[in-house]
């Protein structure tokens, strides 16, 4: 659903090229629906999802907290009004120079993986605190993860430990369940583990007080999605049920699921055309694709939902591609898009739940072309 | 190999953040290769792959003419000191007002692949030369071509035939045999269908002159590949194999073969880590990944020759990732990568053949991670 504001907006500024605009009403109207549904977590904002000024100015007014994956995101964070003990630095890669700089700037809570991390955090950022990030299988994600972040479950004791020797705090444990995670009961594997660490580290004289439930809330694309209710619901069960009487604090990072509905990106169709005579599929080509901002239909993973003005007439099977000389920028071409067969060059489209992960994917200038432009209202 | 000079201008400028060095001195060589193993062809470099202000200058002066994909890239063309007459519009999908934008700065020569793109150039740029691109199979190429660009070759005669209704100047046939084409005879096929559109165009009364062979030159990255010269000969075998004694007019698009190897990218380790105690392979973290120049890693597609200055010692497989929170932005782990034992956070990496289709892919600011800085020398 295109909120009004956002027509509104469009049908007056009529601009040239694709954009992106995100209604701050609905940024701060889910922020609000997150504390409602979780109460009992604080919330670190994932600010890679989008880190425009604005977006992030009415998070840190709500309340909210910044989980960040660089010093540039720490810096936005501070400007947008949070101070230093409301950032994680949440990234598990880290330089050694980038961890002494967030240190400087007052940030002291920091995720690590694995031991090497723990050493350089205990250089460069002396006596802070560190969670373990460990792995999880990631069922049920639209964009599941890959093994990139985290550590199998059974190696976080001793990371923490080895945080502990070098004279930082070991808080906790955190996890991923995987981006855009429709599956609500996903994240009780992974509590599991992470009260097994806690009892482990717990015979070894350190007491866990935090659990990072990491993002993966998703937006509404094409399907409908379970209610941020649900997931509350369940994920707080699992805690009980694997924690007992001792439940830890809990922190949530909702990306997607912040910013995700809250942002339209307008495009416009650029050409309609077929291979050959007997083509049974027309070839939809758009002003953006994979490199103006839609990465994420990379495997056409993410499947958005796409609004014309013509969406009334019959509709039949496209591939949807992208304006640049890439062939690989192409949307979807195996799972072919339902689009009016009216559609010509010139008509407008919207693209529908693109506040997160679009606009700081966009390319620098791949084929001349520029990156995409971000509206907030 | 990476050249002394950009050795030496590394050693000097020692800089922080992950960068594109490119020898402009190679570039002109290269551009040289091509004059002298394809003589009889015209150049149009791709400026996608690399439009940098210095890169399209050298080009300029050397009497390279220029193939773009968007108005940005033709004013690029033009300010690096080519004319009009020497640009061609070859994306095959543009905007109409962008095709009238071209059009007044002088551009005569476009691409198109149908019908629909034939009428907007017979209305923005009246008069002009088209040529009608036609779709090839793309094996043997690393980086393949998907059907995004082009028409099944039965169909480009009624496409020329509708550009000369319309008063437009239907002057030849277009193709690409793939990106990183490393078989010298892959022209064959589809100039063997240019041929019989020549033939019947011929006896519609509309006589073609012009076929463009696009890009698809190689550049060497771990694998050695065919000299330039073996293209060359392959190519115009089959010219005059296919033409007889009416040889066309041929043009070349070179990309990456032009600048791919003038490039060095200059990136550091973050992190080499395990993931649990018996892990096998290790997880090397750069400071660049696939969203900040290395989109070509997408599948594994490009393999990259990698070189530090610990490669005497004794190397073992590893995972190589980027420095982004995104879990997508993993370089090679379906197919480890050896590196050396010793390798540790803060080491140089020297990324070779890095020269095309790197920087301009970059994203503006992914995870807060400034765009690829690109330094020509």
Not at 55 to 77: H, P, Q, T, W, Y
Not at 149 to 169: I, K, N, Q, S, T
């Amino acid at each position: 659903m295109i909120s009004p504001r956002i027509r509104g907006f469009l049908a007056e500024r009529k601009p040239d090229e694709p954009c992106l605009v995100i209604d701050l009403e609905k940024v701060r109207g889910n922020y609000d629906a997150f504390r409602k549904s979780m109460p009992e977590s604080a919330i670190y904002y994932a600010v890679k999802a989008n880190p425009h000024p604005e977006v992030l100015r009415v998070l840190a007014a709500a309340g909210s907290n910044f989980d960040c994956a660089s010093v540039a995101e720490i810096k936005m964070g501070l400007e947008a009004g949070a101070t230093a003990d409301r950032i994680s630095f949440g990234n598990t890669i880290k330089k050694e120079r980038d961890i002494a700089a967030a240190f400087a700037l007052g940030v002291r809570l920091y995720a690590v993986d694995c031991r090497e991390e723990v050493e350089k955090i205990s250089r460069a950022a002396p006596g802070s605190k560190v969670f373990c990030r460990i792995l999880t299988n990631g069922e049920g994600a639209e964009w599941p993860l890959s093994r990139k972040f985290g550590c199998d479950a059974e190696m976080a004791p001793d990371v923490l430990d080895h945080a502990y020797r070098l004279g930082l705090v070991p808080v906790g444990v955190s996890f991923h369940v995987g981006s855009q995670q429709t599956n609500a009961d996903a994240w009780g594997e992974a509590l599991s583990s992470a009260a097994s660490i806690f009892r482990e580290m717990e015979t070894r004289g350190i007491r866990l007080t935090l659990v990072n439930l990491g993002g993966g809330f998703p937006t509404r694309y094409l399907k409908d999605v379970p209610a941020l209710k649900q997931y509350g619901m369940s994920i707080y069960d699992a805690v009980r049920r694997f924690f007992g009487n001792r439940i830890p604090d809990t922190i949530i990072e909702p990306g997607r699921g912040m910013v995700g509905d809250a942002g339209v990106i307008r495009s416009e169709v650029v050409l309609v055309s077929k291979k050959s005579q007997n083509d049974k599929l027309r070839w939809v080509y758009l002003d953006i694709g994979k490199f103006g901002g839609l990465a994420e239909t990379m495997d056409e993973a993410i499947r958005y939902s796409i609004v014309t003005d013509r969406d009334g007439d019959e509709k039949s099977p496209c591939v949807i591609a992208g304006p640049t000389c890439d062939s690989a920028d192409v949307l979807y071409e195996k799972n072919p898009y339902a689009l009016p067969n009216t559609l010509r060059p010139g008509d407008e489209v919207f693209i529908e739940g693109t506040g997160a992960y679009t606009s700081t994917y966009s390319s620098v200038a791949f084929n001349g072309f520029e990156p995409l432009r971000t509206y907030v209202i």
